[in-house]
């Protein structure tokens, strides 16, 4: 198998894709070190590098500790090779702080994960926030502050691992806001870009960078949306052309991200193309499967009862009052309150289920799980459960997610910015409550979604509530058997900061065709 090393990990999306790329049993990559520095996301690369240690053969004591029958003790200590194995994978650790990571060690552990082997696969990127230092001037105008603060160790750090390493291929991901992000007037990608191809020369060159020599890279892209650009343009003509549109993929979300892939110069070969998909997967096929919940109720006690009485007065004509509101849709919200029931549960890390994804069971679905991980609703205020059930019987009445300018006047935020003053004002974020339209890709998942619900919320207003976690998952193509360890705000945020697994799987197919 071709070793891969993943820099700022996360939960792991981006290495779950290239470990599952398979030719029966045969699997092409393995992952030898994971480096992420936040707790609750290297935990989640842990626990999911356990599992990988027992190549198929998963023992019931993990599904155990899924169901919340047995602790993360209980099953490490049943199973200590495993676990030293993941522990060697997994590392806490955090780049761009040589004060308490130095580079040495960080060589060291490089080195000794890849064991001398030549062909092998460097993939993650710095997050966005390490390239908004990237501009030369400032180290020398502001020396000081420029050494204080650790951002811009991250890019450099990135680069010195490649210069010094010298990765055959590199895959990195980053947010599509870069392409226009600027620092003293230019923009930030293009020094990127001539950064990666001469990862030696930033900072000093090779020998400051701790490399015995210089190494040079070309940069493809994953995906070729325009015909009139050739795929092998080196400089590549438009920077917005490493932009991979997931939903063009077969992925069921409309998820933008930079991707691009660096080929060592020495390396006489050229990458095939990403395949578009012919048509564009609905998000309600990946989610319904899933256990049917209800939200909570914040601040009040909580009953089904509660729940149900308190999403009903939406009808009532104090607030949904006739002025401007769409007379279909004030019937629809009215048709479908009557539909509500208080016996809809709430959730938990774990919920019994028997059904089966209707979309791409074999990745998503395990038989040995027996439900859904990571599935517990969130509590809302009761004029967020009006919003979110107005807007989702909008939504599938009219197959899109309402403006501000759709909601009834009561409906509306109590701040100064959810209502024009005139017509001809535009309202600040307008599409404040997103609700997610069955037969589209959902929208991007991001780390937001940790923050509330409000652009999560989900299609059936029967349930009225924002996403699960597990929900956000299956968006991102995660498997139902892949755990995410923390409180829920760090699994919201774990999920949102991922690369889909199912398209990096794309991706390590592009990658094995190269080293192959």
């Given at each position: ?194 950064d990666l191809k001469r990862p030696c020369e930033m900072n000093g060159g090779s020998k400051s960078l701790g490399a015995e020599k210089s190494v040079t890279y070309k940069l493809y892209p994953f995906a070729n949306y325009r015909a009139s650009h050739s795929l092998f343009e080196d400089p590549y003509p438009d920077p917005s052309g ?82 401007g509101v769409d007379i279909d849709v004030w019937r629809a919200v009215q048709k479908t309150a009557r539909e509500l029931k208080d016996s809809i549960k709430t959730g938990a890390e774990f919920v019994p289920s028997t059904s089966v994804p209707k979309w791409q069971r074999s990745w998503f679905y395990d038989s040995k799980l027996g ?146």
């Open positions: 198998m071709i070793p891969v090393i993943d820099l700022f990990a996360g939960p792991g999306g981006l290495g779950e894709g290239f470990t599952s790329l398979r030719c029966g049993q045969k699997k092409f990559f393995k992952i030898v070190l994971s480096i992420e520095k936040d707790k609750a996301a290297r935990e989640t690369l842990r626990l999911r590098s356990f599992f990988r240690q027992f190549q198929g053969g998963t023992p019931e004591s993990y599904y155990q500790y899924l169901r919340g029958a047995l602790s993360i003790e209980e099953l490490y200590l049943r199973y200590p090779e495993e676990v030293a194995r993941a522990d060697e994978e997994a590392w806490l650790a955090e780049l761009g702080k040589p004060e308490r990571y130095p580079t040495t060690q960080i060589d060291e552990r490089i080195e000794k994960a890849l064991g001398g082997v030549e062909d092998w696969v460097l993939i993650g990127g710095p997050p966005c926030q390490a390239y908004s230092l990237v501009g030369r001037s400032r180290m020398a105008r502001e020396p000081e502050k420029y050494a204080r603060d650790h951002r811009h160790f991250l890019y450099q750090e990135y680069l010195r691992i490649i210069a010094k390493h010298r990765p055959p291929v590199f895959v990195m991901e980053n947010v599509e806001g870069i392409l226009s992000s600027k620092v003293e007037g230019s923009l930030i990608i293009d020094r990127i870009l001539a490493y932009i991979i549109r997931a939903e063009r993929h077969g992925i069921p979300q409309a998820r933008h991200r930079l991707i691009l892939l660096g080929v060592r110069s020495d390396l006489d070969v050229v990458p095939i193309v990403l395949s578009n998909s012919n048509k564009e997967v609905e998000m309600w096929k990946v989610i319904d499967s899933l256990p049917r919940l209800r939200s909570r109720l914040s601040r009040v006690d909580d009953s089904g009862v509660a729940w149900m009485n308190a999403v009903k007065q939406v009808t009532d004509p104090n607030i949904l009052n006739g002025e439900g859904a991980c990571n599935h517990s609703s969130r509590a809302h205020i009761e004029a967020d459960l009006w919003r979110y059930f107005f807007a989702a019987c909008f939504a599938q009445l009219r197959g899109k997610s309402p403006l501000l300018t759709d909601f009834p006047s009561y409906l509306l935020p109590k701040h100064k910015n959810a209502k024009p003053s005139d017509e001809d004002d535009d309202v600040d974020f307008a599409d404040r409550f997103r609700v997610q339209v069955k037969n589209r890709p959902s929208t991007t998942v991001t780390a937001h979604i940790a923050k509330d619900g409000h652009y999560f919320i989900h299609p059936d207003p029967l349930q009225c509530r924002s996403l699960t976690v597990r929900e956000a998952a299956r968006l991102q193509t995660f498997p139902d058997n892949y755990f995410f360890v923390g409180p829920r705000t760090e699994q919201y945020k774990q999920v949102g900061n991922a690369v889909p697994p199912l398209l990096a799987r794309k991706l390590a197919r592009v990658v094995y065709e190269l080293l192959a």
